[in-house]
């Protein structure tokens, strides 16, 4: 079971580069999101999307974009990197239904670093 | 908005003593509530979570939690701990409609002494 998986791992860029990162998920749930974490704060939400199509912002949206074109795929663009987007990023998805509302499945990371 | 609260930044405990990790939140009705592990390098893993019905809630691993809504708490618990318990925890609380994304507390860095 592939669940949900992040490309790349790890990733350096230098400061205005531009990026993205590919989120992928096998489990049909039309829920996905964009997490960011840096020490001491917690997960924070970038962008999410409901369902294919759709995209709306989170907490942090600021420097980041999101398309959902496909139902499986959420990717998440930097188009001008910046040191303070320095960070490990999280995709997750959830399934739709009262039993599973709620509960994220999580990839493995992505670390970025920009210098 | 919701939000959690995780009062300890870090907890150290010897390897077979118990295990209480604090988490409270804010919410304006009855909340999902989630505890994550998160081990290093690694994604967040589910523990456990209350979404309704009984409010002491068992997980794997060992871990249990329990919702107590006159103090907003939802603190986890294990009887005696593992040195593979080592890792970060994270409590979050959930809407029970709309976007249903989770808010995250800081986190607890949990170390286990041999």
């Known amino acids: 079971n592939a669940g949900v998986t992040q490309t790349p791992k790890f990733r350096v860029l230098k400061t205005g580069q531009s990026m993205t990162l590919l989120c992928a998920q096998d489990m049909n749930h039309e829920y996905m999101y964009w997490y960011r974490q840096d020490p001491g704060m917690g997960l924070r939400l970038i962008h999410y999307?409901?369902?294919?199509?759709?995209?709306a912002k989170g907490e942090v949206p600021d420097g980041y974009n999101v398309s959902r074109l496909k139902k499986q795929n959420f990717l998440l663009g930097l188009e001008s990197a910046a040191p303070s987007q320095t960070s490990v990023y999280f995709c997750?998805?959830?399934?739709?239904?009262?039993?599973?509302?709620?509960?994220?499945?999580f990839g493995e990371g992505s670390r970025l670093t920009v210098l | 908005a919701q939000s959690v609260t995780q009062p300890d930044i870090h907890i150290t405990v010897s390897e077979g003593a118990s295990l209480e990790l604090r988490c409270n939140y804010s919410y304006g009705a009855t909340p999902y509530l989630f505890w994550y592990v998160q081990s290093p390098g690694q994604g967040l893993q589910l523990l456990l979570k209350y979404f309704s019905g009984d409010t002491l809630v068992q997980g794997i691993k060992g871990f249990e939690a329990e919702f107590k809504r006159s103090q907003s708490s939802f603190n986890l618990r294990k009887p005696s701990v593992h040195w593979s318990d080592a890792a970060e925890y994270f409590c979050?609380?959930?809407?029970?409609?709309?976007?249903?994304?989770?808010?995250f507390g800081s986190g607890t860095r949990l170390q286990v002494q041999p």
């Open positions: 997750a998805s959830s399934p739709t239904g009262t039993g599973g509302a709620g509960e994220l499945f």
């Open positions: 979050a609380v959930g809407a029970h409609t709309g976007r249903r994304a989770l808010t």
């Open positions: 999307s409901v369902g294919e199509g759709t995209t």
